[in-house]
């Protein structure tokens, strides 16, 4: 293949790599999604990705398939290669020890106790390194993994779907269904994306739902199931307290020992949450959740859990399918109800990063601006 310049090529296999690595999409949580392609004299010997979370990385896979030894090779990774013995052996190592000659990053590591150390290790070993090729693709591409290691705490995502009137159910609550069918299914494409769903109680007791990934011929994840309770109402025969195709976790301000019990006898985990405006203490949780390791929540919570959660400035992104339907009618819930804020300049502002047609609903993808 004939390129102008080493920039064109080398954009040409990133972004090949960075193809590779959205392979791992639902399995490599909380680590980061990494391909890698290797290339030798002009042509590519060897492909590979992290597939799943604690087995071997991208550049473990990609010398792995080699058809042919990779020394003085030059290997495309969206990722700095690690420095350092976590789950596998260092990769920065492995490189070295196959004398490559070149190594291309897409994106510095964003850990600060690790970010540069690959890079140097690499230089150090007389192998050229260039960085920062298709870099905005990667951040996106990570854009989980980079905002749980800068915070230690998940990225929370709002989903939901509306009228064109900002109604989420009639005034009789008949919300099945406001979007379409493809919109549906991309919610669930978002449910084995990220790591874990939250809602609120009043969607279990409504709904009873199972909060599962269901995607026609694709091997899927459920996600963690987030139950915020303040009471402890949640049914002991509820599909989330029965059905075990996922970790259900509780977050609750009642102590009721017993309840607990009988939950924690269904491998429900139960945290008891500290308690604000009458309710559980949506600051914890998020922190909570850190500490669990879960990297990213998709809230698809009722008004009033969304509510909490906007006036917290704890939602960092927002997904919203609006149907080209007119629902109407005061007591019909809106997306957020809740208590609501007092002042216009206390309003959550938003940063529309992209509108898409999904046959006749409109989904609008926005960052919240913090």
């Known amino acids: 293949m004939n390129f102008n310049s080493k920039y064109t090529k080398d954009n040409y296999y990133m972004k090949k790599a960075l193809e590779l690595a959205k392979l791992g999409v639902g399995s490599v949580n909380p680590n980061p999604l990494v391909g890698c392609v290797i290339v030798k004299n002009g042509e590519i010997i060897g492909e590979g990705y992290h597939m799943k979370y604690g087995e071997a990385h991208a550049e473990v896979n990609a010398i792995n398939s080699a058809t042919e030894d990779i020394e003085g090779a030059t290997v495309y990774v969206t990722l700095e290669p690690c420095s350092h013995y976590g789950k596998t052996p260092p990769c920065v190592d492995n490189l070295i020890k196959h004398k490559v000659k070149r190594v291309v990053i897409c994106n510095v590591d964003p850990n600060p106790l690790v970010g540069g150390n690959g890079i140097k290790k690499l230089q150090d070993a007389g192998i050229k390194v260039t960085i920062g090729v298709l870099e905005e693709e990667g951040l996106k591409l990570n854009e989980v993994f980079f905002h749980y290691i800068k915070n230690n705490k998940p990225i929370v995502i709002s989903k939901t779907a509306i009228s064109m009137d900002g109604k989420i159910a009639t005034k009789h609550l008949e919300s099945q269904w406001i979007s379409n069918e493809k919109s549906r299914q991309m919610t669930h494409e978002l449910r084995n994306k990220y790591m874990a769903i939250m809602v609120g109680i009043n969607t279990v007791l409504k709904d009873n739902p199972s909060l599962t990934t269901r995607i026609d011929n694709k091997k899927t994840r459920n996600p963690i199931r987030i139950v915020i ?80 959660l906007y006036r917290n400035n704890l939602v960092d992104k927002v997904k919203i399918f609006m149907a080209p339907k007119i629902i109407g009618g005061k007591e019909a819930p809106s997306f957020v109800s809740g208590k609501g804020i007092e002042r216009l300049s206390d309003a959550t502002q938003l940063e529309i990063k992209n509108t898409t047609m999904i046959d006749n609903d409109i989904l609008i993808e926005a960052d919240v601006v913090k």
């Open 229 to 308: 309770d303040t009471t402890l109402k949640i049914p002991i025969d509820s599909n989330l307290v029965q059905d075990q195709k996922a970790k259900t976790v509780v977050f609750t301000c009642n102590n009721d020992l017993e309840k607990i019990n009988s939950l924690k006898k269904k491998d429900v985990d139960v945290y008891i949450s500290p308690q604000k405006d009458n309710g559980v203490d949506l600051n914890f949780v998020i922190e909570k959740l850190g500490k669990l390791n879960i990297d990213s929540v998709l809230v698809e919570g009722g008004a009033t859990l969304n509510d909490s």
